[in-house]
């Protein structure tokens, strides 16, 4: 028997609950333990706030009697042809000194859902209903992230960090760190092996004597974002803070890679403007990363800094993996000074513009080229190029008269970006060459 629940099982579960089953029979008739099903229901079922015909939600005690009329006030009424407020569209209670909350038990006792409910049609209160699809949707994503991401959190990684790097930097190997420090890593060798080959460390492979000589294997295991990271940042916590902040300016964060265990790009991408800067690092470490959002927090302030990155979108990759310290400071104890999210695994249309933003990258850097001979006066005059070419979308503008018209031109040039003529403009590999 297939050990997770399939969609026909939830569809089963949600039939019979309209039958008002006990979970035990709910149970037989799947094959599968009552407990099972009980929990289903419990984790997978959601509140619904709904009323019934001319009769919005409403959970006060004395709705059926209660036929009080402009509970909010004459002046302030919104639906003054509403003959009584208990079918107004706003909640009464938010006004009313009478009101007392009415919650049905029923929904604390099995099946803890109002699907088999002989009231639901009639019931203007707060209900909890189990949805076989919404069911499987949740489950999915459930799945999905169990399967992603290390177990370690973020304070975890520091302290293995702080540890391991001035051994190795004294020649030691992992397997000697090992053997002496077993009882403080509370991880086993293996563990320190992967953590290194997905660059968590300030150590990689090339400062290990020996590993470096091992032939690699065929397939490496990709290390993601810690999940702890992810909790309060993933990307429906996104959504909802846009709902929320919908005039919030949004700055998507991306790496590009040149040649295997060579140097890699950062790109930070102003999507309201469609500005690209790029920074180059020696490794694709969470460091570099942090090291890269400190230079630019000296440089522009604090008020600048949370003007241009109020929020950050970004994908799993393992360099992305601490970002309490790009939100607070290196140490993740200071004053916010930006939001992070991810987006979903395997999902990069989710930040699509950085993604077609690498695009003019590839024009002048094409894939498999390794970067380890570029300077960052190379990458910037790149990004003054790309940045200087006119967008459709801009309606004819390029981006950094964009950028200027948003944000100042002194803030282009803190961030080293300058025009480029159109008659000068250069896209392809001939612009970097020496």
């Given at each position: 028997?297939?050990?997770?629940?399939?969609?026909?099982?939830r569809?089963?579960?949600?039939?019979?609950?309209?039958?008002?089953?006990?979970?035990t029979?709910?149970?037989?008739?799947?094959?599968?333990?009552?407990?099972?099903?009980?929990k289903?229901?419990?984790?997978?079922?959601?509140?619904?706030?709904?009323?019934?015909?001319?009769?919005?939600?409403?959970?006060?005690?004395?709705?059926?009697?209660?036929?009080?009329?402009?509970?909010?006030?004459?002046?302030?009424?919104?639906h003054?042809?509403?003959?009584?407020?208990?079918?107004?569209?706003?909640?009464?209670?938010?006004?009313?000194?009478?009101?007392?909350?009415?919650?049905?038990?029923?929904?604390?006792?099995?099946p803890?859902?109002?699907?088999?409910?002989?009231?639901?049609?009639?019931?203007?209160?707060?209900?909890?209903?189990?949805?076989?699809?919404?069911?499987?949707?949740?489950?999915?994503?459930?799945?999905?992230?169990?399967?992603?991401?290390?177990?370690?959190?973020?304070g975890?990684i520091?302290?293995?960090?702080?540890?391991?790097?001035?051994?190795?930097?004294?020649?030691?190997?992992?397997?000697?760190?090992?053997?002496?420090?077993?009882?403080?890593?509370?991880?086993?060798?293996?563990?320190?092996?992967?953590?290194?080959?997905?660059?968590?460390?300030d150590?990689?492979?090339?400062?290990?004597p020996?590993?470096?000589?091992?032939?690699?294997?065929?397939?490496?295991?990709?290390?993601?974002?810690?999940?702890?990271?992810?909790?309060?940042?993933?990307?429906?916590?996104?959504?909802?803070?846009?709902?929320?902040?919908?005039?919030?300016?949004?700055?998507?964060?991306?790496?590009?890679?040149?040649?295997?265990?060579?140097?890699?790009?950062?790109?930070?991408y102003?999507v309201?403007?469609?500005?690209?800067?790029?920074?180059?690092?020696?490794a694709?470490?969470?460091?570099?990363?942090?090291?890269?959002?400190e230079?630019?927090?000296?440089?522009?302030?604090?008020?600048?800094?949370?003007?241009l990155?109020?929020?950050?979108?970004?994908?799993?990759?393992?360099?992305?993996?601490?970002?309490?310290?790009?939100?607070?400071?290196?140490?993740?104890?200071?004053?916010?000074?930006?939001?992070?999210?991810y987006?979903?695994?395997?999902?990069?249309?989710?930040?699509?513009?950085?993604?077609?933003?690498?695009?003019?990258?590839?024009?002048?850097?094409?894939?498999?080229?390794?970067?380890?001979?570029?300077?960052?006066?190379?990458?910037?005059?790149?990004?003054?190029?790309?940045?200087?070419?006119?967008?459709?979308k801009?309606?004819?503008k390029?981006?950094y008269?964009?950028?200027?018209?948003?944000?100042?031109?002194?803030?282009?040039?803190?961030?080293?970006?300058?025009?480029?003529?159109?008659?000068?403009?250069?896209?392809?590999?001939?612009?970097?060459?020496?």
């Amino acid at each position: 028997m297939a050990k997770f629940l399939r969609y026909e099982d939830r569809l089963e579960i949600e039939g019979a609950l309209k039958e008002q089953m006990s979970f035990t029979e709910i149970g037989k008739k799947l094959g599968r333990d009552r407990t099972t099903i009980a929990k289903e229901i419990r984790n997978y079922s959601g509140e619904q706030y709904s009323g019934y015909s001319i009769y919005p939600h409403n959970i006060c005690k004395y709705r059926k009697e209660c036929r009080r009329k402009k509970v909010c006030g004459t002046k302030a009424c919104k639906h003054p042809m509403v003959p009584i407020c208990k079918q107004c569209e706003e909640i009464c209670s938010r006004y009313c000194e009478e009101f007392e909350e009415e919650v049905c038990m029923h929904r604390y006792k099995p099946p803890y859902v109002c699907n088999g409910c002989r009231e639901r049609k009639r019931c203007t209160l707060t209900k909890t209903i189990y949805d076989a699809m919404e069911a499987q949707r949740q489950a999915t994503e459930k799945i999905a992230e169990s399967r992603s991401g290390i177990l370690s959190t973020e304070g975890e990684i520091a302290r293995l960090n702080e540890l391991l790097v001035p051994l190795v930097k004294q020649g030691q190997s992992i397997h000697q760190i090992y053997l002496n420090h077993k009882d403080e890593l509370m991880c086993s060798e293996k563990t320190l092996y992967n953590y290194i080959d997905g660059c968590l460390f300030d150590i990689r492979n090339i400062d290990l004597p020996r590993k470096v000589k091992y032939r690699p294997r065929y397939k490496k295991p990709e290390l993601k974002v810690d999940k702890g990271c992810r909790i309060g940042r993933n990307y429906h916590d996104y959504e909802v803070y846009m709902e929320k902040n919908p005039d919030t300016a949004v700055v998507q964060m991306d790496s590009v890679i040149g040649s295997k265990g060579g140097k890699v790009l950062l790109t930070v991408y102003f999507v309201n403007v469609s500005l690209m800067l790029g920074f180059l690092r020696d490794a694709n470490t969470s460091k570099s990363v942090i090291d890269v959002f400190e230079g630019l927090y000296r440089n522009l302030g604090i008020m600048d800094f949370r003007k241009l990155f109020p929020v950050i979108l970004t994908d799993n990759g393992s360099e992305f993996s601490n970002p309490k310290s790009i939100e607070n400071g290196p140490d993740g104890k200071g004053i916010q000074r930006t939001k992070i999210y991810y987006c979903n695994p395997s999902a990069p249309y989710q930040k699509a513009e950085i993604e077609v933003g690498h695009e003019f990258i590839r024009r002048v850097l094409p894939k498999g080229k390794s970067f380890d001979e570029l300077t960052q006066e190379d990458i910037n005059k790149m990004m003054n190029h790309i940045n200087s070419y006119r967008r459709n979308k801009l309606n004819g503008k390029s981006p950094y008269e964009a950028f200027c018209f948003y944000y100042g031109e002194d803030l282009a040039q803190k961030l080293g970006c300058r025009e480029v003529a159109a008659k000068d403009i250069n896209l392809t590999p001939r612009l970097l060459k020496k």
